[in-house]
């Protein structure tokens, strides 16, 4: 373990505790002896946990072991780098490294790596309007599962698309998930449109052979039959 044996200072890098005898001999040929001992204290293992995953906006709950200080980088995100434990919020995926110090100044460093996803895009579509009483789809994409509120109306609230049949204007929201439990939502209006008030005139007697003219209002257009 020594680098050199001759040498008044050599590095000393024993595997375990070794005691080193030193002779010095001056210019007369007298010499001496003396000890001196290097200790060498076990490693210690330093573990920060399993790699984990995250949302965007989202926090992972970081956690080490096998010290009793540690000291976290880069401070990105972090809300304690002297912690065991601090909370990650990184915008972006990190790879952070812990370092571990015991009572006897030995350390170690492990690592922890914090993948960040991004949302998912949702879209419900555009708004639209619809007659009272009749039925309309709304359909959402961008993600794996979707649920949508209110209920009230819906044919199936938990499908990318459903049939509608609502009787007052209504904003739906949807929610959607993807396949690594992200998710952000999406509104769509549908607008009831009121049913129009059709008046076609009062009822008339005529001659046979003669001609009346009967009269409609409330709409724009009109079929009679």
């Given at each position: 373990g020594l680098s050199c044996t001759t040498c008044a200072s050599p590095s000393a890098s024993p595997s375990a505790t070794t005691s080193?005898?030193?002779?010095?001999?001056?210019?007369?040929?007298c010499f001496n002896k003396d000890t001196v001992k290097i200790t060498v204290n076990n490693t210690i293992t330093v573990n920060a946990g399993a790699d984990q995953s995250?949302?965007?906006?989202?926090?992972?709950?970081?956690?080490?072991?096998?010290?009793?200080s540690f000291t976290w980088s880069p401070a990105t995100g972090l809300s304690c780098t002297t912690c065991y434990n601090?909370?990650?919020?990184?915008?972006?995926?990190t790879t952070y490294v812990v370092s571990g110090t015991d009572t006897n100044g030995c350390s170690n460093?492990?690592?922890?790596?914090?993948?960040?996803?991004?949302?998912?895009?949702?879209?419900?579509?555009?708004?639209?309007s619809i007659c009272n009483g009749s039925v309309t789809t709304v359909s959402a994409s961008g993600a794996s599962a979707y649920n949508w509120t209110p209920a009230t109306g819906l044919a199936c609230p938990t499908c990318a698309s459903s049939k509608v049949s609502t009787s007052a204007t209504t904003t739906y929201t949807v929610k959607g998930t993807d396949t690594y439990g992200c998710s952000?939502?999406?509104?769509?209006?549908?607008?009831?449109?009121?049913t129009p008030v059709i008046i076609a005139g009062p009822n008339a007697t005529i001659c046979f052979g003669n001609a009346v003219t009967i009269k409609a209002n409330g709409a724009q257009s009109y079929s009679w039959l």
């Open positions: 080193y005898i030193v002779t010095g001999t001056d210019v007369y040929g995250i949302c965007v906006g989202d926090a992972a709950k970081l956690s080490a072991t096998g010290a009793p601090p909370t990650a919020t990184p915008a972006t995926t460093t492990d690592t922890i790596t914090v993948t960040v996803h991004a949302l998912p895009l949702i879209d419900a579509g555009a708004d639209e952000d939502s999406d509104s769509v209006t549908i607008t009831v449109k009121p």
